[in-house]
């Protein structure tokens, strides 16, 4: 079982930076993809990055493409989600999952293939 924890949200004026972290306890992130999802008020969860465990390959919705950056540092047991040039259609709650086996790269995209998930931390973006 794996349990895991963001931390890092808060409020940011747009054109703001914040880096959000994901930190696994019980097992370790060795072998996991992990993924970021978030979700606004009155919208479904949506797909923000993914980073693969074999050759951390990342994969980004368009919608934060280039602004958006996942990594992960195995020594820490942390996935990090950076987040800069914030928009207020940025504003939700992100959460982190985990799994160690999908069918695919391009499977990490739905939040189906996540078997472990995150309590989620609020991110709001002010104008």
């Known amino acids: 079982q794996v349990q895991l924890v963001e931390s890092g949200g808060g409020l940011v004026q747009a ?28 919208k479904e969860r949506a797909f923000v990055g993914t980073i693969t465990w074999s050759n951390d390959s990342t994969y980004y919705a368009d919608s934060v493409k ?3 950056t996942i ?11 950076q987040m800069n040039s914030l928009k207020p259609e940025d504003t939700a709650v992100y959460y982190c999952a985990a799994t160690r086996y999908y069918s695919g790269d391009y499977s990490l995209r739905g939040s189906y293939t996540y078997d472990y998930w995150g309590q989620g931390t609020q991110v709001t973006v002010s104008t």
Do not use: M
Request: with cysteine.
């Open 15 to 42: 054109g703001g930076s914040l880096r959000l972290s994901c930190t696994a306890s019980g097992r370790t992130f060795r072998g996991y993809a992990v993924g970021w999802f978030r979700q606004a008020p009155g």
């Open 71 to 81: 990594a992960r540092d195995n020594a820490k047991n942390t996935v990090y989600l």
């Open 66 to 68: 280039g602004r958006f």
